[in-house]
């Protein structure tokens, strides 16, 4: 018998495949003795009991440094959560993000939308609008001044703290600082709200909201707002007022010892001397220009 | 659906049933049982790790190679002798003391010619004879042929009786 045939039998006998009489026969009545001798020793042997309940104890005390089983299966879990929400908020904010344009003291800026519509902002002011919805939704915030050249389309809406302009296709202008709303209109027309009252202006035609409430309206002749011929014009208006304009345009800091005066008449957007001596002049007032400091004086 | 190594249930069943198998084999090489415990955490830890990767039906099979492995890579190969207690005879109470000298010296020199074994050879000899485990499923777990186990429990054998010749 070779070696390879014998390994099989004795291998087979150990897992009770073949019997002791076949063993008796290939190999011997002697052969069975040592065989029975050596496993009936070995079979008595045994190895100490491992408690598994203890041992995965040890186990996930020994993960929980990383991460034990559980957590880590409700943390996958979790964090799925969380980023399907992140991913909500992220395309929520995406879908209404609004965007702002602004034009600093001392700078006018145009900017045209997809829809053809052009605003001019006068200095110091901002529009605020929908990006993503502006097609179906032309609705913009205003602060401060600007000139609208509208294209034919959905309703047209500025809202400012003062009031609200509705419109269609036109070209107006609409001035909000401070308490005030003065909207002229240039072609076509515009519905003028504030509060619960509203006002239709036509080509021409131009009205003024002080403290919420709107004004008769007025004719005017201008053919384009008087900022955009680089002049502001004004009526029976706060000196105070008259020199905020002032600082806008010429980004500059204006003190003023008697605020009581009220201005009418026009000043220029590109000399300051001049602008000033168009203001003061008429009140009997005097200015006093600091470079340095970049500011004026006005007695 | 089928089990997944990564559900808990699942991954402590398999826990429950491999752990002391898996610190006996490490037992049976090493002869180091601290030792063994900690080579059979690390391959539950891995097991953890990868638990995407490997099928349910593959789990124990990953265990005993990779603690198999880590026992080739981190313990020094050295002699061992490995020691058993065994299972109480009380029936064989009136035995006498000729009798338990000449067992207690035979044990030992079993237990020396078990250590003195290649490692595979030893490691599924016992496997088979403290564990209990049926050839199938010592090949199954350490991923050989029903043959290899068969040739390696056979020469072991007939080595074994070499010895108890000479006593």
């Known amino acids: 018998m070779d070696s390879n045939n014998k390994e099989i039998l004795h291998a087979k006998w150990l897992s009770g495949e073949i019997s002791d009489e076949e063993i008796i026969s290939q190999l011997g009545v002697n052969s069975l003795d040592e065989l029975h001798k050596i496993v009936n020793a070995i079979d008595t042997w045994e190895m100490p009991a491992y408690n598994t309940e203890s041992g995965y104890e040890k186990f996930k005390n020994k993960q929980s440094r990383k991460t034990i089983p559980t957590s880590k299966i409700r943390w996958i879990r979790l964090s799925s959560i969380a980023a399907s929400f992140l991913l909500l908020i992220f395309a929520y904010t995406q879908y209404t993000k609004k965007v702002t344009i602004y034009s600093s003291y001392a700078e006018t800026k145009t900017h045209m939308f997809g829809d053809g519509t052009k605003v001019m902002l006068n200095d110091g002011s901002s529009i605020t609008y929908t990006e993503r919805t502006w097609d179906n939704n032309r609705h913009l915030d205003l602060v401060g001044e600007a000139f609208f050249e509208v294209e034919k389309g959905s309703p047209f809406i500025v809202n400012t703290s003062n009031g609200t302009v509705l419109v269609l296709g036109t070209k107006f202008n609409v001035r909000a600082w401070d308490d005030k709303l003065r909207v002229e209109c240039y072609e076509g027309k515009v519905k003028v709200q504030v509060q619960k009252e509203t006002v239709i202006l036509q080509k021409g035609e131009q009205v003024s909201a002080i403290h919420n409430s709107l004004q008769a309206k007025q004719i005017s002749t201008k053919k384009r707002p008087d900022w955009q011929i680089g002049q502001s014009r004004f009526f029976n208006e706060n000196l105070r007022a008259v020199c905020d304009e002032l600082e806008r345009q010429y980004n500059t800091v204006i003190s003023l010892s008697n605020e009581e005066k009220t201005f009418s008449g026009t000043f220029v957007h590109d000399n300051l001397r001049a602008a000033l001596e168009s203001v003061c002049k008429p009140l009997g007032l005097s200015f006093e220009i600091n470079t340095e400091k970049n500011s004026v004086v006005i007695e | ?167």
């Open chain 2, 1 to 167: 659906m089928t089990k997944s190594v990564c559900q808990e249930e699942t991954f402590k069943s398999i826990f429950s049933e491999h752990a002391e198998a898996l610190v006996n084999f490490i037992f049976y090489k090493s002869g180091n049982y601290a030792e063994a415990e900690d080579l059979m955490q690390d391959a539950f830890s891995k097991l953890w790790e990868q638990c995407r990767k490997v099928p349910f039906e593959k789990a124990k099979s990953f265990l005993f190679t990779v603690a198999n492995n880590a026992f080739l890579n981190v313990v020094k190969h050295k002699k061992i002798v490995l020691k058993f207690e065994q299972k109480g005879h009380s029936q064989l109470s009136q035995v006498s003391p000729q009798y338990l000298m000449e067992e207690a010296e035979f044990k030992e020199k079993l237990e020396r010619a078990i250590s003195a074994l290649p490692d595979n050879q030893r490691t599924i000899f016992l496997m088979n004879r403290i564990d209990k485990m049926k050839y199938r499923e010592i090949a199954e777990k350490l991923g050989i042929s029903i043959k290899t186990v068969e040739k390696r429990m056979g020469k072991t054998l007939i080595e074994l009786r070499k010895i108890s010749k000479n006593l």
